[in-house]
């Protein structure tokens, strides 16, 4: 079974959806218990960084992902869902995140951009088994104003460009996230949610 994080945030029915249509078993989990059926994990996320930090907290459902993310096990974080693993945001002063990928998260601070970021741009890709099979550089769906900056440059996995350079995915082992909505991006958005989907047991993936 592939759990579905449900804790107040997040785009979940377009979630859930996009990850049946790919054929996942999956189900919405807001009890910290039911992880324990799991086989992985996708933690969507909208809204500010330390909002979405208190509702996991407040549901317990917090230290059952850290200790997941702790023991590598199959997780994809998206949009503030991949924020939270970095160690802290400017959104939230003193709110801590997972802290799995050192970096903080920042807010896009070119003069004269337009914030938000709303809309299609492109990513460049590193080799990374969530990218099979997907054109050279494809395009996908964003909505944000901040952005995490890894401390380690082998954790980034792929960048995009909006007023600066930033890391639009990060992975480490079994563990990845993304600031776009891969729900969102048609096709290529699929593509990377089926990817994730082959990366997990195979019960998850059969439905």
Not at 85 to 106: A, C, Y
Not at 108 to 115: A, D, H, Q, S
Not at 135 to 156: E, G, I, N, T
Not at 196 to 207: G, L, Q
């Given at each position: 079974?592939?759990?579905?994080?449900?804790?107040?945030?997040?785009?979940?029915?377009?979630?859930?959806?996009?990850?049946?249509?790919?054929?996942?078993?999956?189900?919405?989990?807001?009890?910290?218990?039911?992880?324990?059926?799991?086989?992985?994990?996708?933690?969507?996320?909208?809204?500010?960084?330390?909002?979405c930090?208190?509702?996991?907290?407040?549901?317990?459902?917090?230290?059952?992902?850290?200790?997941?993310?702790?023991?590598?096990?199959?997780?994809l974080?998206?949009?503030?869902?991949?924020q939270?693993?970095?160690?802290?945001?400017?959104?939230?002063?003193?709110?801590?995140?997972?802290?799995?990928?050192?970096?903080?998260?920042?807010r896009?601070?070119?003069?004269?951009?337009?914030?938000p970021?709303?809309?299609?741009?492109?990513?460049?890709?590193?080799?990374?088994?969530?990218?099979?099979?997907?054109?050279?550089?494809?395009?996908?769906?964003?909505?944000?104003?901040?952005?995490?900056?890894?401390?380690?440059?082998?954790?980034?996995?792929?960048?995009?460009?909006?007023?600066?350079?930033?890391?639009?995915?990060?992975?480490?082992g079994?563990?990845?996230?993304?600031?776009?909505?891969?729900?969102?991006?048609?096709?290529?958005?699929?593509?990377?949610?089926?990817n994730?989907?082959?990366?997990?047991?195979?019960?998850?993936?059969?439905?």
């Open positions: 079974m592939l759990a579905l994080i449900d804790y107040g945030s997040g785009n979940i029915h377009s979630v859930i959806n996009a990850l049946r249509r790919e054929h996942a078993d999956v189900e919405l989990i807001s009890d910290p218990a039911r992880l324990a059926d799991a086989e992985g994990v996708v933690l969507p996320g909208v809204g500010a960084f330390g909002d930090v208190q509702g996991l907290q407040s549901r317990g459902i917090w230290e059952p992902i850290a200790e997941w993310l702790a023991a590598d096990k199959p997780f974080g998206i949009c503030v869902g991949y939270m693993l970095f160690d802290e945001s400017e959104e939230s002063p003193g709110v801590r995140g997972f802290g799995f990928f050192p970096g903080k998260v920042k896009f601070g070119t003069p004269g951009l337009k914030v970021q709303i809309g299609w741009n492109q990513l460049d890709l590193r080799s990374h088994p969530l990218w099979r099979g997907l054109p050279v550089r494809p395009h996908v769906y964003f909505v944000h104003s901040y952005f995490p900056a890894p401390q380690v440059d082998a954790d980034v996995t792929a960048f995009s460009t909006y007023g600066e350079t930033f890391a639009a995915s990060a992975a480490r079994r563990v990845a996230g993304v600031q776009f909505h891969p729900e969102k991006s048609q096709a290529v958005g699929l593509g990377i949610l089926r994730f989907i082959a990366s997990v047991p195979a019960s998850a993936a059969a439905r």
